[in-house]
C-alpha cells in the first residue's frame, strides 16, 4: 500500500517535485531504495552506498544512454535532434562515453586541472575575486547571485580557458541557455532559442581559437590547440566541445554551490562567526556546503549487463537514476543529515561532485575558488544576512537559486582591516 | 598499513590530495604520487579516507601483518 502512494508521489521529471522532495527522498530511502519509476522506465536509487557502486563500475552502468532526465524525456525525434545543436556527435563528449575512451579523451585536458596548474593561475583569479568582493556594497540589499556567485565562475573559467571575452553577461547567456536544456520544462521553441544562442557561442570559441593559433598561452585552449588524439590534431567539433563542457556545464553548477554556501551561512549565523573565527574550517564547511547544495541532483546510468541492487533485478539495457541530491541526506552515512554543520568530518565523501570515473574534473578549482571567495567575505565582512527569500530554480537537474537577497555588515571591530571603500560607500 | 596505488585507473582529480596531503600529491600531468607509503597517526587515518573515497578505487591499503 505504501508503495502505491510513493508511486504517486515521486515525479522525478517534474521540476516543482524539487520543491518539498526531502521527505519523499527518506520515504524512498526506508521502503523502496531501488524505486522502478514507471513513466521513465528507470529505478531510481537514493542510497548513497549503491549510487557510489553505479558510478564507480561503468562495465555495468554505462553513460552512453543518456545522462540528464531531460535527454531521456526528449522522446520525440526532432527535440532530440536539437540537442545536438549543443553537443555536435563529432565533438564526442567524454562525459557520454565508455571506458577506455572515456579516460583517453578526459585525459587530454586533465593536467589542466591539478593543483599544480591552478596554482600558477592563483594570483590573477585572486584579482578576480578580490574585484567582486570589493564591489559589494555593504549594509544594503545585494543579489549575491547577481553580484558574485553568477560571475566568479565565469571568471575562472575564462582564465581557465584563456578566452579574452570578459563580458561576463555574454557568456552568462550562453551558460544559461544550456542550463535551461536540462531544466525539463522547455517548449520546442525555447529549445530552438537555446540552440541558436550556442550557436553565438560555438562562433566566439572559433575566433578565439585563431588568436590563440596565432598567440599560445599558458591556458587549456592552448593546450587542446596543442593535443592530439588517434594521431591526429583535435577538429574544430572536438574543440567546441571540450570548451562548452569547460565554459557552460562547469559555471551553473559553482554558482549553485557559491550560492548555496552563502545562503547556508545567513541562515546560521553562529557557523558563520565560527568560520570566520576559525579559517582552519574552511573545508569541511565547503564540503558541508557541496553535500547541502548538491548542484547536480542526479545522473542516469543504462545497464550493460545484468544486475541486481538490493534484491532488485535490473536488466541489461534499463537504466537507473542516482539520485545524489538524496544520497547526501543518507542517514546512514550522515549522521542528523539535515543539520548543516560546517564542523562534520566527512569519513565518507558526499556525492556533491559525484562519483567513479565521471567525478567532477574540477573538483578541486572548485574548492579553491569557493575557499579563495569566503575568505575574502569573511575578510571584509563580519557577517551578512538574508534580506529575503531566494527564490529556487525550477529545475530537474540544478539545485540553485535565481536570486540570494543578502545584506553585508563590513568588519568594524577591533583588529579587523575595514576596506578602504567603505569610508565612502554609505552617505 | 602500505599504501598501493593504481595508475591505470587514476582519474587525477586530486581529491585524494586536498584530503591527505601529507600522504599524496597529484603530479603535473595528472596522476597520484604517494609522498608516504606508511604513513602513521593522523596521517594515516586522513590515507585511509582518501583511499576510500577516491572516486575510481585507485588506491588500496594493505594491511600488513
Known amino acids: 500500500m505504501s508503495a502505491d502512494e510513493l508511486a504517486d508521489l515521486v515525479k522525478i521529471e517534474d521540476p516543482s517535485f524539487y520543491d518539498n522532495a526531502v521527505p519523499i527522498y527518506q520515504r524512498l530511502q526506508n521502503e523502496a531504495p531501488v524505486f522502478y519509476y514507471a513513466p521513465l522506465d528507470i529505478f531510481v536509487l537514493t542510497k548513497h552506498e549503491d549510487m557510489r557502486f553505479a558510478a564507480q563500475r561503468k562495465d555495468i552502468f554505462s553513460p552512453t544512454g543518456g545522462l540528464l532526465l531531460s535527454e531521456i524525456m526528449y522522446k520525440d525525434p526532432e527535440e532530440a535532434k536539437l540537442l545536438d545543436v549543443f553537443f555536435d556527435p563529432a565533438g564526442e563528449m567524454f562525459s557520454y562515453t565508455d571506458l577506455p575512451r572515456h579516460r583517453t579523451l578526459r585525459r587530454i585536458i586533465t593536467p589542466s586541472f591539478t593543483p599544480r596548474a591552478l596554482q600558477t593561475m592563483g594570483s590573477e583569479l585572486e584579482d578576480s575575486?578580490?574585484?567582486?568582493?570589493?564591489?559589494?556594497?555593504?549594509?544594503?540589499?545585494?543579489?549575491?547571485?547577481?553580484?558574485?556567485?553568477?560571475?566568479?565562475?565565469?571568471?575562472?573559467?575564462?582564465?581557465?580557458?584563456?578566452?579574452t571575452s570578459d563580458d561576463v553577461t555574454l557568456i552568462r547567456k550562453w551558460s544559461d541557455g544550456l542550463e535551461n536544456i536540462g531544466s525539463g520544462n522547455l517548449s520546442p521553441d525555447e529549445l530552438r532559442a537555446a540552440a541558436a544562442e550556442f550557436k553565438n557561442m560555438n562562433a566566439f570559441f572559433l575566433s578565439e581559437f585563431d588568436r590563440k593559433r596565432a598567440t599560445p598561452g599558458d591556458?587549456?585552449?592552448?593546450t587542446l590547440l596543442d593535443a592530439t588524439l588517434d594521431g591526429e590534431k583535435l577538429n574544430d567539433a572536438r574543440l567546441l566541445t571540450y570548451c562548452a563542457l569547460v565554459l557552460a556545464v562547469g559555471t551553473d553548477t559553482t554558482r549553485s554551490l557559491l550560492a548555496g554556501m552563502a545562503i547556508a551561512l545567513a541562515q546560521h549565523p553562529d557557523q558563520l562567526a565560527r568560520l570566520r573565527e576559525d579559517r582552519s574550517l574552511m573545508s569541511t564547511a565547503i564540503d558541508e556546503a557541496l553535500r547541502w547544495t548538491t548542484p547536480a541532483r542526479g545522473f542516469v546510468r543504462t545497464l550493460l549487463a545484468d544486475t541486481e541492487i538490493r534484491g532488485q533485478k535490473i536488466k541489461k539495457g534499463q537504466r537507473v537514476y542516482l539520485l545524489y541530491s538524496a544520497g547526501n541526506i543518507d542517514p546512514e552515512?550522515?549522521?542528523?543529515?539535515?543539520?548543516?554543520?560546517?564542523?562534520?568530518?566527512?569519513?565518507?565523501?558526499?556525492?556533491?561532485f559525484g562519483f567513479g570515473p565521471h567525478i567532477c574534473i574540477a573538483a578541486q578549482m572548485v574548492k579553491m575558488e569557493t575557499a579563495m571567495l569566503f575568505n575574502m567575505l569573511l575578510d571584509r565582512f563580519s557577517s551578512w544576512e538574508l534580506a529575503g527569500e531566494p527564490r529556487p530554480l525550477k529545475h530537474i537537474l540544478r539545485s540553485g537559486w535565481h536570486d540570494a537577497p543578502l545584506v553585508f555588515t563590513p568588519a568594524v571591530e577591533a583588529g579587523a582591516q575595514p576596506h578602504p571603500d567603505l569610508t565612502g560607500s554609505k552617505s | 598499513m602500505k599504501i598501493v596505488t593504481d595508475l591505470s585507473i587514476c582519474t587525477g582529480n586530486a581529491l585524494c590530495a586536498g584530503t591527505a596531503p601529507t600522504v599524496f600529491d597529484v603530479s603535473e600531468d595528472g596522476y597520484v604520487i604517494v609522498l608516504n607509503e606508511k604513513p602513521s597517526g593522523d596521517a594515516e587515518a586522513l590515507a585511509r579516507r582518501a583511499a576510500f573515497n577516491c572516486p575510481t578505487g585507485a588506491i588500496t591499503i594493505i594491511e600488513e601483518a
Not at chain 1, 556594497?137 to 575562472?156: G, H, K, M, W
Open chain 1, 219 to 222: 591556458d587549456l585552449v592552448t
Open chain 1, 129 to 163: 575575486c578580490r574585484g567582486l568582493v570589493d564591489a559589494l556594497a555593504a549594509r544594503q540589499r545585494v543579489d549575491f547571485v547577481e553580484a558574485v556567485a553568477s560571475r566568479l565562475p565565469i571568471l575562472f573559467a575564462s582564465r581557465l580557458l584563456g578566452t
Open chain 1, 333 to 352: 552515512v550522515f549522521a542528523d543529515p539535515l543539520t548543516f554543520d560546517i564542523t562534520r568530518e566527512q569519513d565518507i565523501q558526499h556525492l556533491g
